[in-house]
């Protein structure tokens, strides 16, 4: 193959050259598509049929420092990175940790929120529950979510004790308040606010993690400009307040 016809076919077939980023593609339809399961509070649920949370507010900031609209698309963990694979939508948010993992699919902002994996029990079992030694019991029963980080981390250190895989994130908290689980995994943020929610309910180890992640949110993993503008959005809404804001509405 000639040398000039080589460079061409190698320049060419570079899909991050080739690639339109989000931000053209936005600008040009007018509204930006984020994709959420709207299942995982503070950071992303319904109140009757309007979204909220944390990272839904953060999705309404970038819309409008974008100048376009905002469209919420409805998704699950298990489907959250092949959604946005099949570019069902631009960005993904809603307490999403980062991992190697997922890198591997997609592109992460820069962290958003320092996170762990703790539990949440009923009140009157915290003392017997006060550790994942006591909660992975063979007459025990855990609940989780599937699909995502937290099931991950529940199938690798609970061996012992009944794994109940529960669709509805939300549900779980009463579950565990009713007695129907005796502990539910996840992360220090959401346990604590199901605590604050609830007086059945307190986080076991929430000051004191079981692991140390990061939240982020999801764009394709090739559109660097994308995520550029991302970053920067995000270091201009901290440095002006806008942020900080929004965690005290939300108690983060």
């Known amino acids: 193959m000639p040398l000039l016809l080589l460079l061409l076919t190698l320049l060419f077939s570079q899909p991050s050259l080739a690639q339109t980023s989000a931000l ?47 469209v919420f698309v409805n ?9 946005l694979q099949e570019h069902k939508f631009d960005l993904a948010v809603g307490g999403i940790t980062r991992t190697l993992k997922r890198q591997t699919k997609a592109g992460f902002t820069d962290p958003v929120f320092s996170i762990g994996k703790c539990a949440l029990v009923r009140r009157e079992d915290a003392e ?4 994942l030694t006591a909660i992975d019991g063979p007459n025990l029963t855990v609940a989780v979510n599937p699909g995502g980080t937290n099931e ?16 509805d994130n939300l549900a779980i908290p009463e ?11 996840t992360d220090n943020l959401e346990a604590l606010r199901a605590a604050q929610r609830d007086p059945r309910l307190v986080a076991i180890s929430a000051d004191s ?21 991302l970053n920067l959005f995000l270091y201009q809404a901290e440095a ?5 804001l929004l965690r005290q509405k939300h108690g983060l």
């Open 24 to 70: 053209d593609t936005v600008a040009e339809r007018g509204y930006l598509r984020v994709g959420t399961t709207f299942d995982y509070r503070p950071f992303t649920y319904k109140e009757g049929r309007q979204a909220a949370g944390y990272d839904v507010d953060v999705a309404r900031l970038m819309a409008r420092e974008l100048g376009v609209d905002l």
């Open 75 to 83: 998704t699950t963990w298990t489907d959250l990175l092949p959604h």
């Open 128 to 131: 017997r529950l006060r550790d």
């Open 152 to 167: 991950a981390y529940v199938r690798e250190h609970i061996q012992q004790a009944q794994i109940l895989v529960v669709e």
């Open 175 to 185: 579950l565990v308040a009713q007695g129907q689980a005796d502990a539910m995994i």
């Open 209 to 229: 993690p079981w692991t140390a992640e990061t939240l982020g949110f999801v764009t394709q993993r090739h559109d660097q400009a994308f995520l550029n503008w």
């Open 240 to 244: 002006d307040g806008r942020l900080e």
